[in-house]
């Protein structure tokens, strides 16, 4: 079996939503066992906060081959085109309520991808803290994107290029970590992130011969280790 992991929350259909997350699956890429069924109270446990565990294992795929042909799968001309409409429709009105100067640009990437590129000074605000409205407004997107399309559609959103910009910056810091760790001979734990902030550190630092990288923790207080092979 794949990966196996428990997840909380205060309803069984909580704590599920929160391992597809972290685990990036759906639920038949998964095998669900509930552990603490919310319906099941003790009288000791009637006053406490409701904590209701899922023990969640990743089924492993046949072969690399089915995962590629997966991964490359192309949607359906008219599933992308409806997928674009939607977007463009949301945008159009999203920006138009908040009154700013804001141009953009949606295209097909690849087989089942959809790059969206928002410019303007004025689309600064958008980015937040470290990308958190970026990746908000990703989320959203893709939800928009997918409505009423069988087929899974990506959508990666960068506006004024600061993806590029964070990525490099995030590349940095995982050399001069690196560094510090060879020469001091001692771990460290870097401060949480999201997934795809993760996995820029793990590929920058996946070929270096002295030093390895784990990620620790749960949701967003995940985090990296970078320590000594």
Do not use: C, W
């Given at each position: 079996?794949?990966?196996?992991?428990?997840?909380?929350?205060?309803?069984?259909?909580?704590a599920?939503?929160?391992?597809?997350k972290?685990?990036?699956?759906?639920?038949?890429?998964?095998?669900?066992?509930?552990?603490?069924?919310?319906d099941?109270?003790?009288?000791?446990?009637?006053?406490?906060?409701?904590?209701?565990?899922?023990?969640?294992?990743?089924?492993?795929?046949?072969?690399?081959?089915?995962?590629?042909?997966?991964?490359?799968?192309?949607?359906?001309?008219?599933?992308?085109?409806?997928?674009?409409?939607?977007?463009?429709?949301?945008?159009?009105?999203?920006?138009?309520?908040?009154?700013?100067e804001?141009?953009?640009?949606?295209?097909?990437q690849?087989?089942?991808?959809i790059y969206?590129?928002?410019?303007?000074?004025?689309?600064?605000?958008?980015?937040?803290?470290?990308?958190?409205t970026?990746?908000?407004?990703?989320?959203?997107?893709?939800?928009?994107?997918g409505?009423?399309?069988?087929?899974?559609?990506?959508?990666?959103?960068?506006?004024?290029?600061?993806?590029e910009?964070?990525?490099?910056?995030?590349?940095?810091?995982?050399?001069r970590?690196?560094?510090?760790?060879?020469?001091?001979?001692?771990?460290?734990?870097?401060?949480?992130?999201?997934?795809?902030?993760?996995?820029?550190?793990?590929?920058?630092?996946?070929?270096?011969?002295?030093v390895?990288?784990?990620?620790?923790?749960?949701?967003?207080?995940?985090?990296?280790?970078?320590?000594?092979?």
């Amino acid at each position: 079996m794949g990966t196996t992991k428990i997840f909380e929350g205060k309803t069984s259909t909580e704590a599920i939503e929160k391992g597809l997350k972290e685990l990036k699956a759906s639920k038949k890429d998964v095998d669900i066992r509930i552990l603490e069924d919310e319906d099941k109270k003790s009288f000791f446990s009637i006053l406490a906060p409701r904590v209701v565990k899922v023990e969640m294992t990743l089924k492993e795929k046949k072969t690399g081959e089915v995962q590629t042909v997966l991964k490359n799968k192309e949607i359906s001309k008219e599933n992308i085109e409806k997928a674009q409409e939607q977007i463009e429709k949301f945008l159009k009105e999203f920006i138009k309520n908040m009154g700013k100067e804001i141009d953009y640009q949606i295209k097909q990437q690849d087989g089942n991808t959809i790059y969206i590129e928002i410019k303007g000074e004025e689309a600064k605000f958008l980015i937040g803290y470290r990308g958190e409205t970026l990746n908000a407004l990703q989320t959203i997107l893709i939800a928009i994107a997918g409505k009423k399309i069988t087929e899974k559609i990506h959508v990666n959103v960068d506006i004024l290029g600061y993806r590029e910009k964070r990525k490099k910056v995030l590349e940095d810091l995982a050399q001069r970590v690196a560094n510090g760790v060879i020469k001091n001979r001692k771990s460290v734990t870097l401060e949480p992130m999201t997934a795809y902030e993760r996995k820029i550190i793990h590929t920058k630092l996946q070929d270096n011969e002295k030093v390895k990288t784990e990620s620790i923790g749960e949701g967003e207080h995940r985090r990296i280790v970078v320590s000594l092979k």
